[in-house]
């Protein structure tokens, strides 16, 4: 018997792989979703979702009305010293846990059609130019193949390191951290609250819950020896993080925690695959859109293969859509994140915010797109 030949394969269940497959099992295509976790489970982000996704998560029955996600509507910046300035969010957004969001789609993705392999590590990919399809080599050392391969497998994965991308070589001076807390908290904001080398952001998420979410320094890590060490002798300086670690209950036993985290450009199509959300480039986290990005990447990677036969093109759309729609918003991103993260420059935009509304508005149009539907 000769071996099957998947039509599609999308190696990682992020919010860019979840929708893709959702949307090409939707389309009568068969599809297979490669994970290497078990749903459901937490991961380090913000867990505020701008609202240029909603109408599109509406339309396709992927909204999740069951769990009443907090609605965000204004922001909140603070200086390290604790200087603050507020504004109203032009298009705003929700919050939700990634815990119950991800796999809240990944049923969705099931039930339109999507085959799963969970807990599944894929180890590397190749593209069989002869025979023109896609080895998979997963890591009990089995071989799936497909004709098409999507990458959603996030910022930084060991398929990364198999296919060589220039970006794996850079050591990131980043790591991530987030809790879910209790916290008496205005619920309609989200806020971005500045330390000396990072920042840290909250926003209320599903059942009155808190996230509280940031991204730090590893030399001050390594530094202070310990997180908490670190958030007592760094983030505590700011003195509106010092009243919502003192006030808030903590709600996991200890912190979500990321390493290596790279905001370099990066290719959206490489070795013939398709790369969905992080795996074809990061926004920095203070634009909170990254989720969005996610999201309209899995769109516009199954629209390509199911509105086109050939190969080439069905490469040529997705990357002349990805190009049009996200490049500047990352490049915009990685500019305005000097902005941040020390006490001179957070001073500098605190006051920037407060008197020149104009100039912030700007920033967020050029960071956040329109509503996709
Ligand atoms: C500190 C921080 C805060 C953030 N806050 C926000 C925010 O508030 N709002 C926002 O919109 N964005 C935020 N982001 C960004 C957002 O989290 C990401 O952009 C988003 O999660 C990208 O989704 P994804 O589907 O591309 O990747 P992911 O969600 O990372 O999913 C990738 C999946 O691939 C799987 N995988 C990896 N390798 C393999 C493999 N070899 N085999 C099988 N599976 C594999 C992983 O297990 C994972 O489930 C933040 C990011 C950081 C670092």
């Known amino acids: 018997m000769g071996k099957h030949q998947w039509d599609i394969i999308v190696i990682g269940g992020g919010l860019a792989g979840i929708i893709a497959a959702h949307q090409l099992a939707k389309a009568g295509r068969e599809v297979l979703l ?38 965000i509507s204004k922001f909140r910046l603070t200086s390290v010293e604790g200087q603050l300035a507020e504004m109203a969010l032009d298009l705003g957004g929700f919050g939700i846990s990634r815990y119950y969001l991800d796999e809240f789609l990944f049923q969705k993705a099931r039930l339109a059609g999507a085959e799963s392999l969970i807990q599944t590590q894929v180890e590397s990919v190749n593209f069989n130019k002869d025979e023109n399809l896609f080895e998979v080599k997963i890591q009990d050392g089995s071989m799936v193949f497909a004709k098409h391969i999507l990458g959603a497998f996030g910022k930084r994965s060991k398929i990364d390191k198999a296919l060589d991308r220039s970006f794996m070589k850079e050591k990131s001076p980043f790591i991530g951290v987030k809790y879910h807390v209790n916290i008496d ?44 060490e670190m958030e ?16 808030a209950s903590f709600l996991f036993e200890k912190p979500e925690v990321i390493n290596e985290i790279n905001f370099s450009p990066k290719k959206p199509v490489e070795d013939h695959i398709l790369m969905l959300g992080d795996a074809a480039g990061l926004i920095t986290p203070l634009c909170g859109n990254g989720m969005a990005i996610a999201i309209h990447t899995g769109k516009l ?18 990357a002349k859509a990805w190009t049009g729609h996200f490049k500047k918003r990352l490049w915009v991103g990685r500019k305005v994140q000097w902005l941040f993260g020390s006490q001179a420059v957070s001073s500098f935009s605190v006051s920037l915010m407060h008197h020149s509304k104009f100039m912030a508005s700007a920033i967020m149009k050029n960071t956040h797109g329109k509503q996709i539907a």
């Open 34 to 71: 490669i994970e290497k976790k078990q749903y459901p489970f937490h991961r380090v982000c913000g867990e505020y979702i701008s609202n240029e996704v909603r109408d599109f998560l509406k339309q396709e029955g992927l909204y999740p009305n069951e769990i009443i996600p907090a609605e």
């Open 301 to 318: 990677a199954a629209e390509a293969i199911v509105q086109n036969q050939d190969r080439m093109a069905i490469e040529r759309q997705y």
């Open 232 to 247: 007592k002798q760094v983030l505590h300086k700011n003195p509106h993080l010092k009243r919502i670690f003192e006030n």
């Open 185 to 228: 908290y205005d619920s309609d904001l989200v806020a971005l609250h500045n330390f000396e080398g990072g920042y840290c952001g909250i926003n209320r998420i599903e059942d009155n819950k808190f996230n509280l979410c940031y991204l730090g320094s590893r030399q001050q890590l390594r530094e202070f020896g310990s997180i908490p």
